[in-house]
């Protein structure tokens, strides 16, 4: 049975930070490429990062740059999400996502992430 299960999310004041994880199971973690996604009240839910098997080749939304890095441990089957210098537009679900193609695409349920001005 596959399993993504996000945690780490919670309530925090702009300019702090927080740390992600998203442990998987019942599939080959080290051969999915992950990412992480977010979706805000009333948008569309949006990349934000993603990460190779290998862990060699890392991409970023624009947003934020600079601000999260995305990092994966095989060896646990776990995915990390640290997010420093949150700003209250950083607010969403944060979902957890294991992808090989269009039909091994996996998601978790998702963790709230509230950024407080």
């Known amino acids: 049975q596959v399993q993504l299960v996000e945690s780490g999310g919670g309530l925090v004041q702009a300019g702090g930070s927080l740390r992600l994880s998203c442990v998987a199971s019942?599939?080959?973690?080290?051969?999915?490429?992950m990412n992480w996604w977010r979706q805000a009240p009333g948008k569309e839910r949006a990349l934000v990062a993603s990460?190779?098997?290998?862990?060699?080749?890392?991409s970023y939304g624009n947003s934020v740059k600079g601000r999260f890095t995305i990092s994966r441990d095989n060896a646990k089957n776990t995915m990390y999400l640290v997010m420093n210098s949150l700003k209250p537009d950083d607010t969403a679900v944060y979902y957890c996502?294991?992808?090989?193609?269009?039909?091994?695409?996996?998601w978790g349920q998702g963790t709230q992430v509230t950024v407080s001005s």
């Open positions: 996502n294991a992808r090989q193609n269009s039909e091994r695409d996996f």
């Open positions: 019942g599939f080959a973690f080290s051969s999915y490429v």
């Open positions: 990460i190779t098997s290998t862990g060699r080749s890392i």
